[in-house]
């Protein structure tokens, strides 16, 4: 399996526009996170979907933010209208049974100016 | 409220010694894990601690779970260069991970 895939890798782009991150998880696992990652504040988990239905998007800074799951091979994460406070790696993560390993994917660096 | 302290948040060794990161977290949980995440990079699993008293070992990692005390030790031996990164220990909690700050571990030839 290829692991957790995530595009882009890199993002920059200036304050007020929309930016849509991507992820397609492992093939045949059911659950799905999005993290946000800052040196401030660490590691934070923003979503987590459980076949393909958002269970607790308690995470979520603010409705500028956005995720959705139409089918169980993709996801998004949308950021309308983008600040520079949300200037972040972004990872989206994968696991089988909710309570086994989650599987990272390579994160995409979102840059806000 | 579930939360998890690491530390030291910052460890610098030198290569050949060994030395202890403690992970404590506030509520029962009978799962505990471990990342490792190298600069710029994803994290990678290490490993899963399922039971009170489990032990798991890969190379000169060494990590236990002890659920009594809510503590778990991730033990490095002989440390060499290629271990720098930054662990994360992580506890479940409703199907979510509460994570750790992270250590940064630093080991200098």
């Known amino acids: 399996d290829a692991g957790v895939i995530q595009s882009p890798r890199h993002e920059v782009t200036e304050m007020g526009q929309e930016v849509t991150l991507r992820c397609k998880p492992i093939s045949g696992h059911d659950y799905l996170f999005w993290y946000r990652q800052t040196m401030m504040r660490g590691l934070e988990l923003l979503i987590y979907?459980?076949?393909?239905?958002?269970?607790?998007d308690s995470g979520m800074p603010e409705d500028r933010f956005s995720a959705k799951m139409p089918n169980a091979s993709f996801s998004t994460l949308k950021i309308q209208p983008s600040e520079p406070r949300d200037s972040a790696v972004y990872f989206c993560?994968?696991?089988?049974?909710?309570?086994?390993?989650?599987?990272f994917g390579p994160g995409t660096r979102l840059l806000v100016l | 409220e579930l939360k998890v302290e690491q530390n030291p948040l910052f460890l610098s060794m030198q290569e050949g010694k060994n030395y202890t990161i403690y992970c404590n977290y506030s509520?029962?949980?009978?799962?505990l894990y471990w990342y490792r995440q190298d600069p710029g990079k994803s994290l990678e699993s290490l490993f899963v601690l399922l039971s009170n008293g489990a032990v798991k070992q890969e190379g000169r990692l060494m990590a236990s779970l002890d659920t009594k005390a809510r503590l778990s030790t991730l033990h490095i031996t002989a440390a060499v260069h290629d271990l720098s990164a930054t662990y994360f220990c992580?506890?479940?909690?409703?199907?979510?991970?509460?994570w750790g700050a992270g250590t940064k571990l630093i080991i200098k030839p």
């Open positions: 992580a506890v479940d909690s409703n199907y979510q991970l509460i």
């Open positions: 509520t029962t949980s009978d799962r």
């Open positions: 993560a994968s696991s089988g049974l909710g309570l086994e390993t989650q599987y």
């Open positions: 979907f459980n076949n393909n239905v958002p269970i607790d």
